[in-house]
Structure formats: C-alpha cells, structure tokens
C-alpha cells in the first residue's frame, strides 16, 4: 500500500523538477482500505485423452468466476500463456513453489493457482493449489464432479473456495514488508531532492455501508512519507 501512495507524489516532484510548477504541489492520496491480491491462474493438468481439453477449460472458467471477487485481481490468460512459454513450462505442466515463482515474477503476480484433474472411476476430483509467488506457501481444495457431469458448476464451485482461501490467507501468501523495508527502498528515489510536493494522505475505509476514515494506515503512511521529507498536511487538522 505504501509503494502505491508514493507513486503520486514522487510524480509530482518530477513534474517540478521540470518546471511545470514553481511552487510546492499538493498531493492527495485516496486509496481503498480493503487489500487486493494479483493471481494468475494456470492451466490445469489433465489426463490425455477425453479430459485433455479441460486442462485450459477450467483454467478460463477459474479465471472468469474469480474476477467477480473484489479482494482479487486478475491476470489475463494471454500474458499467463505467454510467461509460461517463455519459461518452457508447457500448457500442462506441474507447477511447485520454484516455479510459481517464476512464472509470478513474469507476471507481476503475488500468487498462483495450478492444479490438476484426477480420474478415479466415474467420478473426477479437481484438485487446485494455491501458491504464494514470494513465500512458497501452498493452500489447496478440491471438487469433485462425475465424468459427465457439468464442468461450469464444478469451476463455479472451485473458484468460490480459492477465492476464499486467497481473501483469508493474503497474509500468509504474499510477504508483508515491514515499513522501514519500504522506506529503505524508496529513499533512493527522492535523495537529494529539494522540490518534493506537499501530500495530503486520505484513506477511506466501508463500513456497515458508511466510509470511516483508517487513522491507523494513515498514521503508516504518513510516516513513510515524512521520513522520505515530504511535508504533510494535517487533514484533521485542516478540516
């Protein structure tokens, strides 16, 4: 969340820098409180054969019934098959913890769902894993379906549980960098710099159909912000 507030007003500074404006810029930053999490969701191994082509099947439906969440977002197919390519995993690969890795890293994702689809008998268990692209933590849950059953509902059914798991487990999938972490990271860009805006820093919050405001996230921020040498203003203050 800090690394997005900064953007603004890092831009703002390079406008300065420019002679755009001669005087200080104000900036004011307004995010979402809720986290959303980037995932790309990956083909699924199949059996050869009847089952081949639902290897990219669920993979599609995966992909479209989890856009919906509003704790994720989505990567699109083209750029999944195009990272996969270019690594050489294939259309059906087994996926690990090092490859989710690499494949999240092309993609800019923080997390990764793979899996696989078993045939046991009449019925088949669609198995998905749910992979953190910088920790390596792995969740999973699975379907089951009969062989002629209907493979929305199963993907349907599926995609709510990752989602799920994905909005309840976003601490432990994607890592979490401490705020002098951050600030380390940052610096760099604004060394030196004698012409950084003014930043107001405003972050709303829903609540029980009300927007509150997130003193505690604006306190984080504002921190950064202030050790970076940006002034602030006081939006109690000033209102």
Known sequence: MAAALLVPAVALAEKNAAGVSAEPAT?????????TYTVAVLPFAAPK????EMSQDIQVLMNAYMSVSPALMLVERAEVDKALSEIELGKSGTVDPSTAAKV???????VIVAGSVIAVQRDLTIVAKIIGVETGRTFGDMVDMPVRGNIKDAA?????????????QGKTLVAV?????????????????KDLPTVSVVID???????????????????????LGFTLIDQLASN
Do not use: C, Y
């Open 27 to 35: 900036a004011a930053v307004t995010v979402a409180a809720e986290p």
């Open 49 to 52: 054969g009847d089952f081949a």
């Open 104 to 110: 999240g890293h092309l993609l800019g994702a923080q």
């Open 156 to 168: 349907r059914e599926l995609s709510q549980k990752v989602a799920e798991i994905v909005a309840k």
């Open 177 to 193: 960098e401490k705020k002098e972490d951050i600030l380390a990271k940052l610096r760099p860009l604004v060394e030196g710099r």
């Open 205 to 227: 919050a829903m609540n029980m159909n009300r927007t509150d405001t997130d003193t505690a996230a604006q306190t984080e921020i504002a921190w950064v912000l202030e050790k």
